[in-house]
């Protein structure tokens, strides 16, 4: 830059400069934090979707689609501009003073904030792009301003030299970061999409299946018996979910073993496919908690693996590690006992793993809690004894056995609606898995139990609907279930906290009656 100009254009320029240069480093902060943390879509991205979705399609026969769900792009693009020019205008104010911009950065990421949670996938991971971004405009821009505020618009000392120096200075600096973290970012999410194309070019010989007629008791306000995929709780411990290659898989099975075993993913696909209904559980739920979900598993038998390997006298436990570094200690006889059918699976509900769910290989063990089994990204298996390990869950506290106690659940009504009175259709699930249900009672206030209708179940691993109807006087009543094993041993209604074994009592509801 001409040392000419330097007296009275720059400075005004420059202050319209450090804001977009802020605006940028936020923006690019915060694309970095989504791919980092495999986040859908970026704050902005989220935006122009959020916008496109409310917008009806404009299109035009020489350029095709103008506006519409297609062209998230033009979009964005358009988008980064006006965010842009509010950075712009966001500069200028930092000249009157310092906390000036902040309004206009808050109100920036209040309208990226809305984009976020208004998407229906987000999750609390979703603010955190938002947040960084909205933070780095205002650092940065502080960050720009401190040397310009030095720089009098009047004057040519030694002193204005040195600032503009150093506002040029700190101005390079901040682009070559932003544009360090963007690339940064891309690289992160490059590496995710492929995974998930790599996911979706995948042609597994497993199938798909509905539950049967009888399963379902015919309440359409029941959390579906088969649980959708995106409707599936997810739980686990890693910030950013792993993105593994197929081709990159391998499982280790060594430890007490008389043969150590590599399996890829291909040699894992030329054992035979087990497919089963199967419904795991969370330890952490609490009672009437949806940490509960069932689907139809497809996956290889882990018992002849095992065999294979050859397991040595004394064994107890399996030490599974997780591609994050996540641990669980599962109990060796759940593992080889073929009646469990203990699977490494690849495919829930007919489609290959999601991501979230362990892409591409993880275990599940019928009848176990998740933190003892049911480990996600698994890639290693270390043949072991109990008190010669120390699994992750176990060291948090949890329970180390894991075997799932029997509950049972009231999803209709919702606890504290106020219905008509007459006949009042009462459902939920309920679940004893391995041992299998007979029975489920719910009981109105203080009345004696009663038995109520069971759906069908495909095995003892699945959860179990039940449906009843009940006669409510007007005022308001606590309804309650229980379930029966097929062992007769009843649900107990002692209330206890899910640490370390899972939660017990009764779930309860209130309903009102007109
Ligand atoms: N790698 C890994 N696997 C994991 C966990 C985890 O934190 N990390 N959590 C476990 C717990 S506690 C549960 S309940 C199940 C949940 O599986 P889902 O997220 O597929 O529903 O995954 C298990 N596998
Ligand atoms: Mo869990």
């Given at each position: 830059m001409p040392e000419s100009m330097g007296t009275v254009t720059m400075p005004r320029g420059a202050w319209s400069a450090a804001g977009a240069l802020a605006g940028v480093a936020g923006l690019a902060v915060s694309h970095a934090m989504t791919m980092g943390l495999t986040l859908r879509s970026s704050p902005v991205v989220a935006v122009a979707e959020g916008v496109l979705r409310h917008v009806p399609e404009v299109s035009d026969d020489r350029l095709g689609t103008i506006i519409g769900p297609e062209s998230t792009g033009p979009a964005v693009v358009l988008l980064v501009i006006v965010l842009?020019?509010?950075?712009?205008?966001?500069?200028?104010?930092?000249?009157?003073?310092?906390?000036?911009?902040?309004?206009?950065?808050?109100?920036?990421?209040?309208?990226?904030?809305?984009?976020?949670?208004?998407?229906?996938?987000?999750?609390?991971?979703?603010?955190?792009?938002?947040?960084?971004?909205?933070?780095?405009?205002?650092?940065?821009?502080?960050?720009?301003?401190?040397?310009?505020?030095?720089?009098?618009?009047?004057?040519?000392?030694?002193?204005?030299?040195?600032?503009?120096?150093?506002?040029?200075?700190?101005?390079?600096?901040?682009?070559?970061?932003?544009?360090?973290?963007?690339?940064?970012?891309?690289?992160?999410?490059?590496?995710?999409?492929?995974?998930?194309?790599?996911?979706?070019?995948?042609?597994?010989?497993?199938?798909?299946?509905?539950?049967?007629?009888?399963?379902?008791?015919?309440?359409?306000?029941?959390?579906?018996?088969?649980?959708?995929?995106?409707?599936?709780?997810?739980?686990?411990?890693?910030?950013?979910?792993?993105?593994?290659?197929?081709?990159?898989?391998?499982?280790?099975?060594?430890?007490?073993?008389?043969?150590?075993?590599?399996?890829?993913?291909?040699?894992?696909?030329?054992?035979?496919?087990?497919?089963?209904?199967?419904?795991?559980?969370?330890?952490?739920?609490?009672?009437?908690?949806?940490?509960?979900?069932?689907?139809?598993?497809?996956?290889?038998?882990?018992?002849?693996?095992?065999?294979?390997?050859?397991?040595l006298a004394g064994a107890d436990a399996v030490l599974q590690t997780s591609h994050d570094g996540w641990t669980c200690g599962t109990p060796l006889e759940a593992l080889t006992d073929r009646n469990r059918r203990a699977m490494l699976a690849v495919a829930m509900n007919g489609e290959p793993l999601t991501l979230d769910h362990g892409f591409p290989v993880r275990t599940l063990v019928p009848g176990l809690y998740g933190h003892v089994s049911a480990c996600k990204w698994v890639v290693d298996f270390e043949v072991t004894r109990f008190v010669d390990i120390e699994a992750q869950p176990t060291q948090e506290g949890w329970s180390e056995q894991g075997e799932v106690l029997m509950g049972s659940r009231i999803d209709v009504p919702e606890s504290g609606v106020e219905v008509e009175s007459g006949r009042l259709v009462v459902a939920g699930y309920a679940w004893a898995q391995h041992l299998g249900v007979s029975g489920v009672e719910i009981a109105v206030d203080a009345d004696a139990w009663q038995r109520v209708d069971l759906g069908e179940v495909p095995n003892t691993d699945t959860w179990v609907q039940w449906r009843t109807e009940v006669d409510l006087e007007p005022g308001d009543h606590v309804l309650r279930v229980r379930g029966v094993a097929l062992d007769g041993h009843v649900q107990t209604g002692v209330r206890r906290d899910p640490k370390p074994e899972a939660g017990t009592g009764w779930h309860e509801i209130e309903v009102t009656v007109r």
């Open positions: 842009l020019l509010c950075a712009m205008w966001a500069g200028r104010r930092a000249e009157r003073a310092w906390w000036q911009p902040i309004p206009i950065w808050l109100g920036m990421a209040g309208i990226c904030l809305v984009g976020v949670v208004t998407n229906p996938e987000a999750t609390a991971l979703d603010f955190l792009p938002v947040t960084a971004g909205a933070v780095t405009w205002i650092v940065a821009l502080s960050f720009l301003s401190e040397p310009l505020h030095r720089i009098e618009p009047e004057e040519d000392t030694p002193v204005h030299g040195r600032s503009r120096r150093n506002f040029l200075i700190r101005g390079g600096v901040l682009a070559l970061a932003g544009v360090g973290t963007f690339i940064f970012g891309e690289s992160f999410g490059k590496v995710r999409r492929h995974v998930e194309q790599s996911r979706r070019l995948l042609n597994l010989p497993v199938t798909d299946r509905l539950p049967r007629e009888g399963i379902t008791v015919g309440v359409e306000e029941l959390p579906p018996w088969r649980t959708p995929v995106p409707e599936f709780f997810i739980e686990h411990t890693a910030v950013a979910t792993p993105a593994i290659e197929p081709l990159e898989w391998s499982l280790r099975i060594h430890g007490m073993v008389e043969n150590e075993i590599v399996l890829t993913y291909q040699d894992l696909l030329d054992h035979k496919i087990v497919e089963r209904w199967t419904t795991l559980s969370c330890a952490k739920n609490d009672v009437g908690g949806d940490l509960i979900g069932n689907a139809w598993w497809s996956g290889v038998l882990i018992a002849p693996l095992l065999k294979e390997a050859g397991v």
